[in-house]
């Protein structure tokens, strides 16, 4: 019976023994020469400086070959018995795959340039290099098979760094029309890094025992490692912007009594106790200190005017379709266009806005033409979120409201709605994170010039006015090109260096506005995503 | 072909009468001033939209018409009331799609005429813009070709699907089937917020960071290069691939992944011989959605990108960006005008249609899966 | 052979159930059930001796101090309300549990002598040699020839991928052996011998439950935990299953939870009770549970008077 044959599995295993020691070492050494790639991909580290008394190169060189042998070592000791393993009789079709690609790569460049026999050998070159590490990996026993092709690779790769044949200085010129070359400072850092994520993959499933476990071991290590770059990438963004926009936003900033603008709050006229030219000025020729605030009150504006239009047309349409319409061809339709609306690129909004509302509002550039195209931008993630936390209202509340005889608009005025609230409000926020920080509609439909006094901040309120001639009502701060700002940092980036001078550090004005920028979009995330868990946890305890 | 074509039609007739009853019925049914009232609001709202497409300044008259009848309809008819609300409401969703395509494919059509080709004897409208790779605005013979900006699309769109697919998809299993709850916690929001940046905030990192060191890494002449772009653009979409791959895997039910590990198999295999293969439509669709968000990417490669609209020589020289459908539209809408203007829109339609499709083929997909899975979600 | 509830346990079970909203009334009820208690006491090897095993959803107290001995080649059924704990119990016996980030489980489970919830256990090997059957049956969405070679492909006891049949060492003879050899172990084979290659979501549910028993024989496991197999079935195909079960008892050790009182009564050799609470009420041979059970409890919840 094939299935009676237990494949030495124990059901209790041991303690951790010598060999784990090692293949945990290999994988800590892998984990190493990744930071050090990264690190040198960065410019953290010198290629041509030394860690540790050691020339970069040559240390990571003797890392990749320590970490190649010991991955080899472990494989061939398994085979002959060394080492305890629980191999599979082959490694498989993904990792001769996986074993394959490097080799192809190496094989490929080594006979096309290295040895200068051109193109047409060198692909010969890369299919036997190739095809060689796949036969290596598959035919022979697991444990062999997926340590042999990649801790030669690693040791290859390594002693390469070593023997200095690819130093610090080495330059590959590709033969190209538009001319570009592969150096070091690129291709030292890019192969360690692969090489340590081979490694470690190595490694891992050498510490599990090869079979099942050890690719389970393998598998876990690359997935964890991708989920904190992730978040590791996103962290390092942040902080980077962090870092340099701050000196730029609290340029000419003073904190104490009085030292801020007067402002009315109530009716009492207060002087704030801060002053942050960056967020309180506009750009102006006397100014000490140049700012963005018409940007901010023009994003402000901005979103306010699309959570306007997008909220209660979005919120309808999923009543309607949630509440009133019968599952079937309608609802699917409207389904499908709302998704598709979803995706649809931003600068078609934009496109859009520019074809279809300007010529309707004056002919210009307006912020009201903005807003409406980000409230249309804004709409179907209304639309579908809602719906999303209609659906998920039980049934049983309808049913049970409907039994006491309440008419259908007023169950969902009193129990749909309330308890769909929070789905709501939480997608709302979200979505206005997001369009808050869109370029692309509102560089074709609302946005002037590059920089905009702060006499121009625009007042939406005080602006409106009645006219005799239709359409009777006016009000032409929403009828004008104002700035946002993401469409400040644009229009700063393309600006370039010299138009810019006029704010004085161009390079500290920009990165404060895109902090402010970052900012603000991430505190409607961090709203957001707060209201959510609020409302969660409130959920688990009633 | 005939009876179905039959079927079909005696369907759709069936659906209409049905449709016809079911309206009569409400007619009945309703109180006559309330259907007055709904009628006015209706028709007012109709004329409104009428109104605001022919560029009329009377376009206020009906509105405010439209907003009174509503407003007496809410106190005296609430019920019926909401019921029209909502449904024009729903029916302004599909009609906002419905305008995005009239206008901007109105606007394209001087430049498609404009670009006419003659193969076999056959005057195709629009071909030249494909079949020759010249996109010149200035000097004549004056072209406005779209290869140069596909062909960069084309290479952001796999450098990015590159990174994203696999990252994503490792990413969304980590979230739906390996990461203990406390560690979900941190980087579910945190692939959330990584969706959030404003693009122009990495294209602006791009720009100054980026680029630069690209330019110096690879000694190319001048900055922007196909590569980086799709990096960074590949970045953004990564959080699209996450979340909808992750609803995908989560969509597995609990059972059928007990069944594979009582078996005794490891997470790892139950993973990638039951969640995956089951999920794999919904998988698929998250990465079709993250090549559709790739595509669309704008202010990023604007940003990063020369915004010269030739091709690379040769074309697979990723470490030179020339222009993107996207960026171009960006770049241009300023100075252009004329059949320029309207060639923009042209790469508008090309991405409209691009992602609409890709949306719509996501949609299918999940839709399939969902029915094979059946009642078991 | 038992030696259960030495005094000392009884009174940490006691305060742990202080926290209990049902405190004083579970506590007292433990006293009194324990003083009735009769050890069981069979012939033959114990295959799982469960001792002081306590199980937590947070802070919900699901099992309360069970100790029991499970003997060899025999059906063994968990019988009570729903809610007592019942599926908790069995889904400790091959630490299905685990999957579920809140259960905390004190005690020792062990199985064949090793003690299966100390450090080091593999649980591959582990859940390998104590296969599960499900309540609402749940084929894997593949055919009905690799829903029941998937558990030995992925332990590497066949191997019938691309690549063996490319090197033409493909085990798909063996395969097939397999395939027949637990279709009829399961009674399903000459039902859909003609369609293996059918997807198995397309069976009837009593048929899938069998495919999903035939699949946990494919492993050839020691012990088969079942939880309610026959609850989502109707009564032909409850049948079917509960001959299938009784055939099952003389190669393997079946531990069974149902709420079907008349099922345990008809299929096992020894019951036990677990009432309300998460306590493990009476154990003993099937016949002497049903006819003459020592706590009062048992007999009400027996004779339908609760539960």
Redesign the interface.
Known sequence: MAGATQTGGELIEEETTETDAVAAGAVGLSAVLFALAVAALFERISLTGAIAGVRTVTLLGGLLTALGVAVVAFGVGSRFGYVRTDPDPSAGLVAGFGAAVPWVVIGGGVVSETLGLGPTIGVIGAVVAGGTAFAVTVLPREDVGSTLPLGSLLALIGLVFLTGVIGPEWVWELDWAQQASITAGFLVPTATLFSALYGGWASAKAYGGFGARGRHMGAYVLVYLNALSIIAFLFVLVAYVVVQGVPGLLNGAEFGFGTGPQTTILGVSVTLPVSVPFVMNGVALFNDFQGVLPAIVGTIWLVIGAVLLAVPLGVGAAVFLTEYAERGRFTQVVEVATNGLWSTPSIVFGLFGFAFLIPRFGNGKSLLSGMITLGFMLLPLVVITSREAMLSVPDEYRDASAALGVSKWQTIRSVVLPAALPGVVTGVILGVGRIAGETAPILLTMAGGTFVPGSQTVDVLGSFQFTSAPPFVANPALLEATSALPYQLYALISAGVGASSNVGDADAFRWATALILLIIVLSFYAIGIATRYYFRRRLRHT | MAPVTDTQSERIRRAISARIRKTREFVDQTDPAALAIVSVMALSLFGALVGFLAVSDWTILPFVAFLASSAVGWFRYQEETAYVISLMMTVSTILILGLIVVFIFRESIPVIRYESATVYGFTVPGLRMFIQPNWDAVSPPIRYSMVPMIHGTVMVTLIASAVAAPLGVSAALFLSEIAPAPVREVVKPGVEVLAGIPSIVYGFIGFTVLSPWASDQFQTTGQGSYLFVGIVVGLMALPTVVSVAEDALSSIPESMKSGSLALGTTDWQTMTSITLPAAFSGVSAAVLLGVGRAIGETMAATVMLRGVPRLTEPLVNVFYGMETLTSIIARNYGEADGLQMDALFVAGVILFVTVLAISVGAQYIEWRMHKRLGGEI | MSENQNPQTQTDTATTGTDQPLTTTTGESVEQTRDEWREYEFEGESKMTVENLDVYYGDDHALKDVSMEIPEQSVTALIGPSGCGKSTYLRCL?R?ND?I?SARIDGTVR??G?D?Y?D??????????V??V?Q?P????KSIRQNIA???E??????T????RL?N?S?EE??D??VE??LRDAALWDEVNDRLDDNA?GLSGGQQQRL?IA??????PEIILMDEPASALDPIATAKIEDLIEDLSEEYTVVIVTHNMQQAARISDQTAVFLTGGELVEYGETDQVFEDPNSERVEDYISGKFG
């Open positions: 091959n299905m999957r980030s199985f064949d090793q299966i100390q080091g256990v593999n649980l591959v090997e582990l859940r390998k040699r296969g599960m499900f609402s749940n084929p894997f969405p998937y558990g030995p992925k332990h590497g006891d066949l191997d991928g691309l690549l063996a090197l060492r085990d063996e395969r052996r397999l050899r637990c979501l999903c699949r946990c024989l494919s492993v050839d």
